[in-house]
């Protein structure tokens, strides 16, 4: 790059002299190039620490955001406090995190939203402009875990942020230089906080033209929001868990804790930051794959309790947020959770003996296919077609464990021009059990029926649910009445199967049997 400082000329005879030095021909120089290079400006930056002296316990980065610098993020350091780097013009982001003394004093983070560098420029961080970041729960009690604060800039279509974790609680933060476009920065800190039995998560967003300078929030109890998150132990299961807590929106950390089965972790949040995603990791069976359960864009409402139950009973075929079986032009491809717990989180490696999905087009038979659970690719013949897909699980276990799921759907398809949702449907069973997937035997159990995919939202044309107590070998209809069925269960030690038959308004239908749903105790 060419420095601004040299004129243009002598850049070019002093590259004409090393090349005669070097035995070789001058070449004839574009001078295009060299006028289409961009040119630099100085900027200088000064670190001041708490007492207004120079310092060199600072990080700093300068972003490009727009303009021929965009491309651009320097980390200049100079013991001495001040530093000057070279940089094309354009508008930047300046971020700078001073250190108190030997770190026990905390942290001073300074963001310039808006430095736009058309001249040589001078910027002095000075720690003595930062203001207490005092962001703590009801509980005088709780112990500070860790924090993130992050700013994102936007300008002229193009977004950039800078970013500060702290392991301690004590931070400060300033804005610097003239204000940016309105709205175009924007700002969030997450804090998290742990007590005896419950742990804090506090997250604010901020929209302005600044960065903040200081932050005070003390919520009440009141203004927060409960979360449990539970978790079950079915039978070979039993053992220690793990939670993940964050907010969905922006880039941040959350927070993790263990989780000793069956067990119950209790967060209190605070609904400004929006909504949550929640990751458990279920105990690994033995000889098995570590299990991962997620739900996202969890909502919460001060004063209210939201509650995730993972790894518990009915497991079962779910279809929410997924169409489940897609033709794209003469190929079907399936992919349905057959093991979604009870709660419809989704496992990431649900532990089976053995899974087989199969085909038949008009009675015929297309193709076999093992592997994932409920997962299959199938290439068919073109045109119209009466169509059977069965998609079968297994897996040795107690009653309670789901032991076999089976789904089976029928329907009519035509080969496409793109992918296309093929409808099929999938049936929720979801008692309320205990914690290790068990109902009270000799007892009457409500067990709420649920529809996802193609005949949700009323498109229901008939709808058959059955229970057996001896693992599927006789069936007996129960009635479904006001969105559940109502089950007299057997003797302690007793796995209830149950099966459901529907069939949409369109004359789609699914048969799904599963075969030990819950245990009685």
């Known amino acids: 790059m060419t420095n601004s400082s040299v004129p243009r000329r002598t850049v070019l005879r002093t590259m004409a002299l090393a090349a005669a030095v070097a035995g070789s021909t001058t070449p004839l120089w574009n001078t295009t190039a060299f006028a289409a290079a961009p040119q630099t400006y100085a900027l200088t930056i000064k670190h001041l620490d708490r007492n207004g002296r120079p310092t060199g316990a600072y990080e700093t ?3 490009g955001v727009s303009g021929p610098g965009a491309d651009q993020e320097v980390q200049p350091h100079d013991a001495s406090g001040t530093v000057t780097v070279r940089l094309p013009k354009g508008r930047y982001l300046l971020s700078s995190a001073l250190t108190a003394g030997d770190g026990a004093g905390g942290t001073d983070w300074i963001v310039q939203p808006r430095l736009d560098l058309d001249r040589d420029t001078t910027v002095t961080v000075d720690a003595r402009t930062a203001a207490p970041v005092d962001v703590r729960p009801p509980d005088r009690s709780a112990g500070f875990l860790h924090s993130a604060m992050v700013v994102e800039v936007r300008h002229r279509g193009a977004e950039r942020l800078v970013n500060l974790i702290s392991a301690s609680a004590n931070l400060r933060v300033a804005h610097l230089g003239p204000d940016a476009e309105a709205g175009s920065v924007k700002q969030w800190f997450d804090s998290y906080w742990t007590a005896r039995s419950v742990d804090y998560a506090l997250g604010y967003v901020f929209t302005g033209a600044r960065a903040l300078t200081g932050l005070t929030r003390h ?6 929001a409960t979360v449990k998150i539970r978790a079950a132990a079915l039978p070979g299961t039993a053992g220690t868990g793990s939670v993940d807590l964050q907010p969905s929106a922006g880039l941040t950390v959350g927070v993790s804790r263990s989780l000793a089965t069956p067990g119950t972790a209790t967060y209190l949040v605070n609904p400004e930051r929006g909504t949550w995603d929640i990751t458990y990791m279920a105990p690994r069976a033995p000889g098995g794959s570590t299990n991962r359960y997620s739900a996202d864009g969890v909502a919460v409402r001060a004063g209210s309790t939201t509650t995730h139950v993972f790894d518990n009973a009915v497991f079962g075929p779910a279809l929410a947020g997924r169409p489940g079986v897609v033709r794209d032009g003469d190929s079907l491809t399936v992919d349905v959770p057959l093991l979604a717990d ?6 990431s490696s649900p532990s089976y003996a053995s899974a087989s999905t199969a085909l038949h087009r008009d009675g015929v038979l297309v ?3 093992t592997g994932a659970p409920g997962r299959a690719g199938f290439t068919v013949a073109p045109g119209r077609a009466a169509y059977r897909m069965t998609s079968t699980v297994k897996r040795t276990g107690a009653p309670g464990t789901a032991t076999r799921v089976t789904a089976s759907w029928t329907f009519v398809s035509d080969t496409t021009t793109g992918p296309a949702p093929v ?6 069973f979801s008692p309320v059990l205990g914690p290790t997937g068990t109902a009270a ?6 067990v709420p029926v ?18 057996s107590m001896d693992g599927g070998a006789s069936w007996r209809r129960v009635p479904v009445e006001r969105g559940a069925v109502l089950i007299h269960n057997p003797g302690a030690g007793t796995g209830v199967s149950l099966r459901a038959e529907l069939t949409d308004t369109a004359g789609n239908t699914l048969t799904q049997t599963i075969v030990d749903a819950y245990r009685t105790q």
Not at 342 to 347: K, L, T, Y
Not at 450 to 467: D, P
């Open 219 to 224: 919520p009440s109890a009141k203004d927060l």
């Open 342 to 347: 009870g709660g419809g989180h989704v496992p």
């Open 367 to 369: 193709g076999t296919r």
């Open 450 to 467: 649920t529809v996802q995919g193609a005949a949700a939202k009323g498109r229901v044309r008939v709808l058959a649910v059955s229970v």
């Open 423 to 428: 409808p099929v449907s999938a049936v929720r």
């Open 61 to 63: 980065t300068v972003t």
């Open 441 to 446: 035997a000799d007892a009457v159990l409500r």
